[in-house]
């Protein structure tokens, strides 16, 4: 039987304050998205200042992370390398920019964490805060069931 661990509500939201806290003690402004395994949102938040075009761009970028189940950064490279577009995927939202990671849980796609609005260097480091808060809290509440049984 396939047991799939997708992100959930109070995850997205976890990550979102992480990354929202690290980004308000910095005086900076971005967008930030979660999204489930499939790349369709769970959360999104427009920090006060951050980018209109920034709401299609994490919203892409965690779309994207979740259907590659790797880095944007990675697959811009690897079209890059490869010496394809990234319409070859034959989906508008896939973009290549940095900034989009996915959520791994026993090496399956979980959901995906995005940041837009910034640097695509300060958008992964914050989008990886985000991953991060996702994975502890996965790993507390599994720590918690396993003590129940």
Request: aromatic fraction near 4%.
């Amino acid at each position: 039987m396939l047991v799939h661990s997708g992100v959930s509500n109070a995850e997205a939201l976890a990550a979102i304050e992480d990354m929202r806290q690290a980004l308000e003690k910095n005086y900076a402004a971005a967008v930030l998205a979660v999204s489930d395994a499939h790349g369709e949102l769970i959360a999104l938040v427009r920090m006060d200042g951050a980018p209109l075009p920034s709401i299609a761009a994490a919203q892409a970028k965690a779309f994207t992370a979740a259907r590659q189940g790797m880095a944007t950064r990675q697959l811009a490279l690897e079209a890059k390398a490869g010496g394809w577009s990234m319409s070859s995927y034959g989906d508008a939202r896939y973009v290549g920019w940095a900034g989009g990671l996915p959520v791994l849980i026993d090496g399956m796609v979980a959901g995906a964490v995005a940041v837009s609005g910034l640097s695509e260097d300060d958008d992964e480091r914050i989008a990886q805060l985000g991953v991060d808060a996702v994975i502890a809290l996965q790993a507390t509440q599994n720590a918690r069931l396993s003590t129940v049984k």
